[in-house]
């Protein structure tokens, strides 16, 4: 079975950092072909009361890694877009029961 990741960003302002991911559309498009060579199943980031979340699903927990790992271009977007701390990172297991969709 694959893994959902939450890549957990804090942020000062999180309408800014919206703007900020949503003005880097050619690097984000650039960076998820990449992704999906490197194992990345589905992608989606979410707004929360002070922070923005990626969550990503890869193939393998080491897909993730070495693809995050490999592409210190990330860590400069996540600055821009005012990152207040480090990033958190969770790795799940997805399994299946029933009403998975």
Known sequence: ??????VRIPVADVAAAIEGL??????????SEIAKGSGMLHHRFVA????IIALDEFETAEQFQSFFDA????ADVMASIGMTGPPTVSVYQAF???GTL
């Open 71 to 74: 592409n210190s271009e990330i």
């Open 96 to 98: 299946d029961a029933p």
């Open 1 to 6: 079975m694959s893994v959902v990741v939450t």
């Open 48 to 51: 929360g009361d002070g922070e």
């Open 22 to 31: 949503q003005g880097r559309g050619e690097f984000l498009g650039k960076i």
